[in-house]
T-cell receptor
């Protein structure tokens, strides 16, 4: 079946540091890949997505590239801010799975001023 | 982007009572919605898939008589926690899928506390 493995947290960084959160997946077929962000006390919201190999999703300074050869979708940001503190979820969606998404366990990021 | 709204955002109830949580897609029709449960500092646990006009599909280990799901229209799915107990206290989140994209649109979540 499908699975998503995310870098374990929590991750604590100083403001303006470089961020990488690793995500690898296993899936049949050609899934779409997503990063969702959850701020404290809120639901999830889409951060970025990529629907095919070599696509790069980007939003709010975050980027992730769909790497089929390494089955990865690592999240990066060059300079984090305190407001980026949140839980980040990597996810995949495959048409073979009736619309369900498979989520990683989430990585908690804390950015300190 | 598409908007999904959940209500109430938080609810406190006494043990033994039932609580209903609504999930609405505000600007699109959602034939499929998903209900999740999230414990503190943990990932989302998919509880069930809600299909408009038909019975929900529950994940293994989720009691269908305990967590009643109704998807009566293309814009509304409801989750009713029946005879709630303190162990049902949790953060419940719904989502709806965009057509053919796999992207999910999430509600704001509902925090249930059972006393």
């Amino acid at each position: 079946g499908n699975s998503v493995t995310q870098m374990e947290g929590p991750v604590t960084l100083s403001e303006e540091a470089f961020l990488t959160i690793n995500c690898t997946y296993t899936a049949t077929g050609y899934p779409s890949l997503f990063w969702y962000v959850q701020y404290p006390g809120e639901g999830l919201q889409l951060l970025l997505k990529a629907t095919k190999a070599d696509d790069k999703g980007s939003n709010k300074g975050f980027e992730a590239t769909y790497r089929k050869e390494t089955t990865s979708f690592h999240l990066e940001k060059g300079s984090v801010q305190v407001s980026d503190s949140a839980v980040y979820f990597c996810a995949l969606s495959a048409l073979t799975n009736a619309g369900k998404s498979t989520f990683g366990d989430g990585t908690t990021l804390t950015v300190k001023p | 982007g598409a908007v999904v709204s959940q209500h109430p955002s938080w609810v406190i109830c006494k043990s033994g009572t039932s609580v209903k949580i609504e999930c609405r897609s505000l600007d699109f029709q959602a034939t499929t919605m998903f209900w999740y449960r999230q414990f503190p500092k943990q990932s989302l646990m998919l509880m069930a898939t809600s299909n408009e006009g038909s019975k929900a599909t529950y994940e293994q280990g989720v009691e269908k008589d305990k967590f009643l799901i109704n998807h009566a229209s293309l814009t509304l799915s409801t989750l009713t926690v029946t005879s709630a107990h303190p162990e049902d206290s949790s953060f419940y989140i719904c989502s709806a899928s965009g057509e053919n994209t796999g992207e999910l649109f999430f509600g704001e979540g509902s925090r249930l506390t059972v006393l």
